[in-house]
């Protein structure tokens, strides 16, 4: 069975900086990726996908992650921050004909003026 | 709507009571999720409907979860003899088509259950 392994539970950084999020999957062969971000009181977005093809993949509000088969991994990153990034964003796998999603348990980012 | 509605927002319970949560997906997906988020946990997948049908009720925890889909739209989430390790935040998703991973998932606000 996948799984995916969020390793930082809590993240802050100072606006403007660069940020980089984890996110490690556990899956024999080529998983679809996703991230998903969750602002409080708000339903899952989802940032972007990967299925496969150009393992960098760019998303809305300025986000990118790259596909690295070799560390089974699917990090996700920002040039700058904004405030407004501040939020939980949540890595999913789907893999092996099931149609759910596996995610990940969350990394919470505070975003420091 | 433009998005998937969920009703109740929050409920809250006694321990031994039974609850009903709501989905209206976005009208004309196909496919319809349950999961279920729980206090500093990731999202726990419940069951998939496609269509009415629910190809995948591997989530569901226990007998005392139970899920229907009517007229391929709104969805209903019951949970008999509610326990206090039931209360989290109940999310539904739908997506368009067939519910392959391709589709996009798109979540509703939650329902947020606790149970005293």
């Known amino acids: 069975a996948q799984s995916v392994t969020q390793p930082d539970i809590h993240i802050t950084v100072s606006e403007g900086a660069s940020l980089e999020l984890r996110c490690n999957y556990s899956?024999?062969?080529?998983?679809?990726l996703f991230w998903y971000v969750q602002s409080p009181g708000q339903g899952l977005q989802l940032l972007l996908k990967?299925?496969?093809?150009?393992?960098l993949v760019q998303g809305i509000k300025g986000f990118e992650a790259e596909f690295k088969r070799s560390q089974s991994s699917f990090n996700l990153r920002k040039p700058s921050v904004h405030w407004s990034d501040a939020a939980e964003y949540f890595c999913?796998?789907?893999?092996?004909?099931?149609?759910?999603?596996?995610f990940g348990s969350g990394t919470r980012l505070q975003v420091q003026p | 709507g433009a998005g998937v509605s969920q009703s109740p927002s929050n409920k809250v319970t006694e321990k031994g009571k039974d609850v009903e949560l709501r989905c209206d997906p976005i009208?004309?997906?196909?496919?319809l999720y349950w999961y279920r988020q729980s206090l500093g946990q990731g999202l726990e997948f419940l069951i998939y409907?496609?269509?009415?049908?629910?190809?995948?009720k591997s989530g569901l925890p226990s007998d005392r979860f139970s899920a229907e889909r009517t007229g391929g739209s709104v969805s209903t989430l019951t949970i008999q003899r509610t326990q206090q390790e039931d209360s989290a935040v109940y999310l539904c998703?739908?997506?368009?088509?067939?519910?392959?991973?391709?589709?996009?998932?798109?979540f509703g606000p939650g329902t947020r259950l606790t149970v005293l």
């Open positions: 998703a739908s997506s368009l088509l067939s519910g392959g991973l391709t589709d996009t998932q798109y």
């Open positions: 899956y024999g062969a080529t998983p679809y």
């Open positions: 990967y299925f496969s093809g150009d393992t």
């Open positions: 999913a796998v789907g893999a092996g004909g099931r149609r759910a999603l596996t």
């Open positions: 009208s004309g997906h196909t496919a």
């Open positions: 409907f496609q269509g009415n049908s629910a190809p995948d």
